[in-house]
């Protein structure tokens, strides 16, 4: 879109329906502002999103939720040991006609939706993990050499238990950098638990309404594209990536030192869209430094990793995240 003007007008649009979408949202998931946000900051970028979270938050009820309002077909699939590729993809099936002849004939899997549930995604073996690859990536997957595009939009939410470990497969790192942001999800406090109480145990369920179609959703994708961003967040989105790669020059310190592998391009790319994506759920017609220093965390975290020794001396993550983006967003305030 060349017109600066129309621009604006779509972005304001857009920004009063997702408030709508947000309030619809709202009467079913009470208090998790932030996760609602970066999980539908992750729709509008055309990612992927990892929902890190103990059991009984309500991360399948957000996923439920947001198929509802989002307008779009969605499957489940509950990862298992035992769980085989072809139980997510789909296979071919021999069939005989009346006359005799065979022939064979594709059976779609769960796949084939617009938003797929991946429930305790790491309880599935490498193998059935490994199949969703090429899925998130290049929205089609290959099935006896046959290319079947999915539907558009495509997008997988998946689920992770961080603390019950036993009988899981670690996700590789390739299919952790297809997820667009890890969002944690933590426990209410306590009057946020004091509302969901109430609302959740009387006779009546509260029901979430459709706002967006999936044409709509696709067009609020590209409007998310075309919105601008300035040098200075360009810059510090690079400043704050190379920074977190310890073989780098630019890199201080605590990451030569602790980390042992930091991001790739992917976290640059991931960083430039859900900050504009955060700023049109604010309402702000083009994203900021702050909103780069917010998603550092959902972005970075899950593209890099802790030495050995730093693990050793009880380092942790997320707190090096933390050290690095204030460090950075110092200096590029400052300059």
């Known amino acids: ?26 009467t079913r998931i009470i208090g998790q502002d932030e996760v609602v946000n970066l999980a539908l900051a992750a729709m509008l970028s055309g990612g992927h999103a990892l929902l890190m979270g103990l059991p009984g938050l309500g991360k399948t009820l957000l996923v439920d939720t947001l198929s509802t309002v989002m307008g779009l077909s969605a499957n489940r699939i509950q990862f298992t040991p035992d769980l085989m ?40 073996s490498p193998r059935t993990q490994s199949a969703l690859l090429q899925a998130m990536q290049e929205r089609e997957v290959t ?21 019950e470990q036993e009988g899981t497969y670690p996700l590789p790192e390739a299919q952790l950098d297809r ?78 030192r602790a980390v042992s592998w930091g991001p790739g391009p992917r976290a640059a790319q991931a960083l430039m869209l859900t900050a504009r994506a955060r700023a049109l759920l604010d309402g702000r017609l083009a994203p900021s430094p702050e909103d780069v220093a917010a998603l550092a965390r959902p972005v970075l975290s899950h593209r890099m990793a802790l030495s050995f020794a730093a693990r050793a001396e009880g380092a942790v993550l997320e707190q090096v995240i933390d050290e690095v983006t204030a460090r950075i967003t110092r200096i590029g305030l400052a300059a």
Do not use: W
Request: hydrophobic fraction near 45%; glycine fraction near 6%; charged fraction near 25%.
């Open 143 to 163: 099935i006896a050499g046959d290319h079947k595009p999915l539907p558009r939009p495509f997008h997988v939410l998946a689920t992770q238990n961080p603390i």
């Open 179 to 256: 997820f667009l942001v890890k969002i944690d999800v933590d426990y209410p406090d306590r009057e946020t638990e004091r509302g969901i109480l109430l609302a959740t145990t009387g006779t009546a369920e509260a029901e979430a309404h459709e706002v967006f179609t999936p044409e709509a959703l696709i067009q609020a994708q590209s409007v998310v594209r075309q919105m601008p961003v300035g040098e200075a967040v360009v810059e510090l989105i690079l400043d704050l990536v190379r920074a977190c790669r310890p073989d780098s020059a630019e890199a201080p310190e605590i990451v030569k």
């Open 1 to 26: 879109m060349s017109d600066p003007d129309a621009l604006v007008a779509e972005i304001e649009a857009l920004g009063v329906k997702l408030g709508e979408a947000k309030a619809s949202i709202a």
């Open 85 to 124: 590729p072809a139980d997510i993809l789909g296979s071919e099936v021999l069939e005989t006609a009346q006359d005799g002849s065979r022939s064979f004939r594709f059976i779609q899997g769960p796949i084939f939706c617009q938003l797929l549930m991946a429930d305790e995604i790491n309880r599935a």
